[in-house]
């Protein structure tokens, strides 16, 4: 299994900063929320471990945010030393699929697009962790509609 942090150096990694493509830790976190509830939806497991929670701008890995908060609301720099060989083809194709989508919006688009879907809804009225059930039954419906 990955950890959050395997996939936001995908993330990461695929980003042209010379084509202004950035992603800050907001954006990042919300990249992180679909590719999870993705992969909850297509394979009926976690891509990673680490409890994804409903904070104030959205779902939010609290150990991922406190990696990058140094960098404030700035852009994240690409890895220097990426292994792609650690991912296996469907996670490849999973993560270039949620960033083909996802990543071509702003962070504040993310963020919004977070707050009126249900697995946040529900999580931050309880000030809690986005459970991996509600995000399966959510994803598999955006799932189907493709």
């Known amino acids: 299994m990955l950890s959050c942090h395997d ?8 980003t042209d900063e010379d084509a202004g493509d950035l992603i800050s830790n907001l954006k990042l976190q919300k990249l992180v929320y679909y590719a999870q509830g ?10 990673f471990s680490e ?3 409903a904070w104030t701008h959205g779902p939010v890995v609290p150990i991922l945010y406190r990696e990058y908060k140094s960098c404030g609301s700035g852009p994240i720099a690409s890895p220097d030393n990426m292994d792609f060989g650690v991912y296996s083809e469907d996670i490849r194709e999973l993560l270039n699929e949620v960033y083909s989508v996802f990543g071509q919006f702003s962070a504040w ?3 919004n697009m977070t707050h009126q879907e249900p697995p946040w ?9 986005i459970s991996h059930e509600s995000m399966k039954e959510y994803f598999t419906t955006q799932v189907t509609k493709q």
Request: aromatic share 12%.
């Open 7 to 14: 996939v936001a150096k995908y993330f990461l990694a695929l």
């Open 38 to 47: 993705f992969h909850l939806a297509l394979f009926d497991t976690p891509m």
């Open 51 to 53: 409890p994804i929670e």
């Open 109 to 111: 688009k993310l963020r």
């Open 121 to 129: 809804i529900d999580a931050a009225g309880q000030a809690g962790i």
